[in-house]
C-alpha cells in the first residue's frame, strides 16, 4: 500500500495514462468488448420475451402500482390496518435481530483474524531485524490462509452461504445472520487488513523491539490508532446488511424477506406494500443509527 | 445532520452501553433449541471434502463456465446502466454545477431524496417487484439491478464531487472559470481515479447479484448452483463456488492494477 500513501496528496493530479499505453489500451478494449458482447448476448436471450420498454409493459407496471395500493379490493389495504403494522414491525424486529447479530459475528471473526491478514504484522516486516525461520514460515502460511479466507467468503453472495448453511443451521434468525456473517467476513477483513498495513510502523516496532508478539503488537501498536475506522467500516456494512437480511429471510425462513415472498406468492398486494413501506422504514432508521454511531466512532 | 452531532455530543460516551444492549437482545431472539441440525458435523464434513475435491469434469466445467459467462454478462449490462443513469445523476445530486438559487438547491435535494429511496431497496427486492408486474425477462433482472446501482454511484459521485478541496477550485473561479469549467476541469478530474477503481467494485458487486438472480428464475451460476444443491452434488457445488471467486478475483486484480496506475 505504498502507492497509496506516497500518492495520496497529487491524487486526481497525477493521471499518467500515457505512461503505460499498452496496457491502459488492453483493458479499455477489452471492457468494450466485454459490454459490446453481454449487450448482444443479452438481447439474444430476451428475444421472445416481452419487451420491457414498450406500453403494454408502462400499463401493466401502473396497473401493479395501483394494485399495491389496494384498487382491486374492496377489503381494507393491509397497510391501513394498525394490528397489521403491529404483525410487519414484529416480522422487522427479527430482521433487525439477525443483521445486528449478523454485522457481530462478521465483526468478531475480522478482528480476531485480521492481524495475521497484514502484512506489516504477520511478515514482522516492521521490526527491522525480521523473525526466526520458523516463525516466517508460520506468518506466511497463517497469511495465506487468512486471506484466502476472505477471498472465499468475500466472493460468494449472502443468499448463496445462504442455501449451504441452511445444511448444518436450522432455517430462522441464526442462520440467516451466519450467511450474512460468512460473507462480511471477507468484506470487513479485507478493509481492516488494508488499514492496519496502512498504520504508522514505529509504535508496532517500538513494541516489537522490547519482545511483543504478533498478538500484542497489534492489540497495543496498532490498533489504538485504527480502531475508530474499523468501527466505521463496521457501521457501514451493518448498513449494507440490513438491506440484504431482508433477501436472505427468503431462504433462512424469517423477518420481512420471507413474509414477502409468502405475500408475492398469494398475490397480497396490499400486504407487500406495507411490507415494502416497514423495509424503507427500517432501512432508513439503520441508516440514521449508523451515520450517529460512525460520528460517535471518530 | 447538525441533529446527529447533537445526539452524538449528548449520548456519545454512552455508545458501548447501548451497543452492548442491542447485541444482548439480537442473542435472545434466536430460538437457540435446536438450531444446529442433528446432522450438522456430518454436513460440514461432506462441505470440506467436495470443496478439497471439486467436481472437474469436462460436463462440470463446460456449464461452470456457461453459467460464469451469463452472470458476468447480466452484470455487465446492468453496468452499463448502471453507470450512464448515475454519473449523470450524481452530478445533478451533487449540486456543484447547478445554481444556489432556490430551484437548483431543490432540484439538487429532490434528486438526492430519489436516489436514496432507489437505493434503500435490494435489488433482489426490485427483481421480484419487476417480474410480479411484467413477467419474467432478462430485462427484469437487468433493470434490478441497474437502478439500485444507478442510485449508489449516483451517491458516491455526489460525495466526492463535494469532498474536492476548495483551493483548486477558488484557483480557476479567480480566474475567471464558469461553473461548468469549475466542474469539468477540477472536479471531475480531481475525483475520477477513486471513481474508476470504485466502479471497478461495483462491478465486483455486480457479478455477485448477477449471480443470485436464479432466485426470480433467471440463469447463471446462482441457478447452477440451486441445481446442484436439489441433486445434492456438492462436488459441483464447489466448482461453481470456485468459478465465481476466479471471476472476482480477475476484476480484483484489474482494478488493482488500473488504480496503481491512476493514482501512481
New interface residues.
Given amino acids: 500500500m505504498n502507492g497509496r500513501r506516497d500518492g495520496t496528496i497529487e491524487r486526481g493530479w497525477a493521471v499518467k495514462v500515457h505512461r503505460t499505453p499498452f496496457f491502459s489500451a488492453v483493458v479499455v478494449f477489452g471492457l468494450l468488448a466485454l459490454v459490446i458482447s453481454s449487450w448482444v448476448y443479452v438481447a439474444g436471450i430476451s428475444t421472445g420475451s416481452r419487451s420491457i420498454f414498450s406500453t403494454d409493459s408502462l400499463s401493466r407496471i401502473t396497473e401493479f402500482l395501483s394494485t399495491l395500493a389496494g384498487s382491486d379490493s374492496d377489503s381494507t389495504p393491509a397497510f391501513l390496518t394498525g394490528s397489521r403494522w403491529l404483525d410487519a414491525g414484529r416480522l422487522a424486529s427479527q430482521t433487525l435481530a439477525m443483521s445486528v447479530l449478523a454485522a457481530v459475528i462478521a465483526g468478531f471473526v475480522a478482528f480476531v483474524t485480521v492481524p495475521f491478514a497484514a502484512s506489516n504484522l504477520a511478515f514482522r516486516s516492521d521490526t527491522g531485524r525480521g523473525a526466526g525461520v520458523v516463525g516466517r514460515w508460520l506468518g506466511g502460511a497463517a497469511f495465506l490462509a487468512v486471506r484466502g479466507l476472505y477471498i472465499f467468503t468475500r466472493s460468494v453472495p449472502e443468499l448463496l452461504w445462504a442455501l449451504l448453511v441452511v445444511f448444518v443451521i436450522s432455517p430462522g434468525i441464526l442462520a440467516g445472520a451466519v450467511a450474512l456473517a460468512i460473507h462480511n467476513i471477507g468484506v470487513l477483513g479485507r478493509l481492516g487488513a488494508d488499514v492496519v498495513e496502512d498504520a504508522d510502523p514505529a509504535p508496532v516496532a517500538a513494541l516489537r523491539s522490547s519482545g511483543a508478539g504478533t498478538v500484542q503488537a497489534y492489540l497495543f501498536g496498532v490498533l489504538p490508532q485504527v480502531a475508530g475506522q474499523l468501527l466505521t467500516f463496521q457501521f457501514y456494512r451493518w448498513e449494507v446488511i440490513i438491506r440484504t437480511t431482508a433477501v436472505v429471510g427468503f431462504v433462512a425462513a424469517s423477518g420481512l424477506g420471507y413474509q414477502l415472498r409468502l405475500d408475492l406468492s398469494f398475490f397480497r398486494y396490499t400486504d407487500i406494500a406495507l411490507l415494502l413501506m416497514v423495509y424503507v422504514l427500517l432501512v432508513w432508521s439503520v441508516d440514521i443509527i449508523s451515520t450517529i454511531a460512525r460520528r460517535a466512532a471518530r | ?1 447538525n441533529a ?2 447533537i ?2 455530543k449528548r ?2 460516551h454512552r ?1 458501548p452501553i447501548f ?1 452492548l444492549v ?2 444482548a ?3 435472545f ?4 433449541t ?4 442433528r446432522g ?1 458435523w456430518d ?2 464434513v461432506f ?1 470440506a471434502g467436495a470443496l478439497a475435491a471439486p467436481d472437474l469434469s469436462g460436463a462440470s466445467l463446460g456449464s461452470a463456465l456457461e453459467a460464469a ?2 452472470t ?6 446492468a453496468m ?1 446502466l448502471a453507470i450512464t443513469l448515475g454519473l449523470p445523476l450524481g452530478l445533478i445530486a451533487s449540486g456543484t454545477l447547478l445554481p444556489a438559487t432556490r430551484t437548483g438547491t431543490g432540484l439538487a435535494i429532490a434528486v438526492r431524496a430519489v436516489l ?2 432507489l437505493r ?3 435489488e ?2 426490485w427483481a ?3 417480474v ?9 433482472g ?2 434490478a439491478i441497474a437502478i439500485p446501482f444507478a442510485a449508489i454511484i449516483g451517491r458516491v459521485f455526489a460525495e466526492r464531487l463535494q469532498d474536492v478541496p476548495e483551493a483548486p477550485v477558488a484557483a480557476v473561479k479567480s480566474s475567471g472559470a464558469a461553473t461548468l469549467q469549475q466542474v469539468g476541469f477540477v472536479r471531475i ?6 471513481m474508476i477503481s470504485y466502479l471497478f467494485y461495483r462491478f465486483e458487486c455486480a457479478i ?2 448477477a ?2 438472480l436464479s ?1 426470480i428464475g433467471l440463469g447463471g451460476i ?1 441457478f447452477q ?2 441445481i446442484a ?1 436439489s441433486d445434492l452434488r456438492f462436488e459441483r ?1 464447489a466448482t461453481l ?1 470456485y468459478t ?2 476466479v ?3 480477475v476484476v480484483d486484480i ?1 482494478s488493482a ?2 488504480r ?5
Avoid at chain 2, 478530474?189 to 477513486?194: H, I, K, R, S
Avoid at chain 2, 496503481?260 to 501512481?264: A, I, P, W
Fill in positions: 445532520m446527529a452531532n445526539v452524538v449520548l456519545g455508545f451497543a442491542v447485541v437482545w439480537a442473542l431472539s434466536v430460538d437457540w435446536g438450531a444446529v441440525h450438522a454436513a460440514l462441505f459467462w451469463t458476468v454478462a447480466y452484470a455487465s449490462v452499463t436514496g429511496f434503500a431497496i435490494h433482489l427486492v421480484l417487484l419487476f410480479a408486474a411484467i413477467g419474467l425477462s432478462p430485462a427484469a437487468v433493470l478530474p480531481f475525483v475520477m481515479p477513486d455477485r447479484s449471480a443470485i432466485f446462482g448452483v440451486q444443491l457445488v463456488l465465481l471467486i471471476l472476482i478475483l484489474v492494477r488500473v496503481k496506475r491512476l493514482v501512481g
